[in-house]
Nanobody, 123 residues
Framework: QVQLVESGGGQVQAGASLRLSCTGS????????MGWFRQAPGKEREFVSR????????VYADSVKGRFTVSRDNAKNMVYLQMNSLRPEDTAVYYC????????????????WGQGTQVTVVG
């Protein structure tokens, strides 16, 4: 059974940083794209960032470009999201996600989801 477990969320002041982590288990993630989505209160879930298996071309939503950095450790089946210069509008539940292969174009239907971790930015 595939599981994705997120950690690292919390409440911070605007301008602060947080690092989210996601650990995958239940299968090998070789060849899988991994990444992050988020869902703010009253809004639809939206794409944040993704990184392919070979850590090649990373992709970001325009709203987080220049502030967030995605990375992964394939040996540990982990993906990370370093979030800097956080803003109140970044407040959301952040979900780890993964799909087999390389994603071309919008990533709308991941194969697997985590249960999410809350990030709250105040101030």
């Amino acid at each position: 059974q595939v599981q994705l477990v997120e950690s690292g969320g919390g409440q911070v002041q605007a301008g602060a940083s947080l690092r989210l982590s996601c650990t995958g288990s239940g299968r090998t993630f070789a060849g899988y794209t991994m990444g992050w989505f988020r869902q703010a209160p009253g809004k639809e879930r939206e794409f944040v960032s993704r990184i392919p298996w070979n850590r090649g071309q990373t992709v970001y939503a325009d709203s987080v470009k220049g502030r967030f950095t995605v990375s992964r450790d394939n040996a540990k089946n982990m993906v990370y999201l370093q979030m800097n210069s956080l803003r109140p509008e970044d407040t959301a539940v952040y979900y780890c996600a993964t799909s087999a292969g390389v994603i071309v174009g919008p990533w709308t239907s991941p194969d697997y989801w985590g249960q999410g971790t809350q990030v709250t930015v105040v101030g």
